[in-house]
């Protein structure tokens, strides 16, 4: 009986705390327009390559608080060309900022991806980001380019440019 009256408290109260997390929420999409720089480097020759571009990212929430999946797509400048990559990605929450009776201030997640290039380039990866208040990602990104045996490396700010829900007050 002690042990189903516990286990019955401890369900209750994931619940409770589940349901006060507002990052990730259940159904959510969102879109981000990100700005990437950074270097494409062998680290054994030099010079090393300038690369910067602009990505759209739409992404859905699918396991509620932790988990998005969605797309990468985007352009890029590098080796004096313009080029294209595009891929799916994923991100997994693994930190929420908590600002006490404000509510949450942002999360820290994991973005891992896999883009392919149009000059032959299929890059392996991911990147920490910092979410806050749900508007402003700073980030950085490193990927393999396993096919042209590169590394990518850069920093990255992204925007929010969906709308946010409006959450109904009782």
């Known amino acids: 009986m002690k042990t189903t009256v516990v286990t019955s408290c401890l369900m209750c109260l994931t619940i409770f705390v589940a349901a006060q997390d507002p990052e990730f929420p259940k159904n959510e999409f969102i879109m981000h327009l990100r700005l990437h720089n950074g270097m494409v480097t062998t680290f054994h020759s030099s010079p090393d390559s300038y690369v910067g571009g602009l990505q759209l990212i739409p992404q859905w929430t699918v396991v509620e608080n932790h988990l998005r999946i969605g797309a990468v ?88 440019i969906s709308k946010l829900k409006k959450i109904p007050h009782p």
């Open 73 to 160: 797509a985007g352009g890029f400048y590098t080796a004096k060309k313009l080029q294209a990559l595009a891929g799916p990605t994923i991100s997994l929450k693994l930190k929420t900022f908590s600002l006490k009776n404000l509510g949450s201030g942002g999360n820290i997640n994991l973005a891992l991806d896999h883009l392919w290039g149009t000059e032959q380039q299929r890059l392996l990866g991911g990147s920490v980001n910092v979410d806050i208040f749900n508007l402003i990602v700073p980030g950085i990104s490193v990927h393999r380019d396993y096919h042209l045996n590169d590394w990518w490396i850069q920093g990255t700010i992204a925007f929010r």
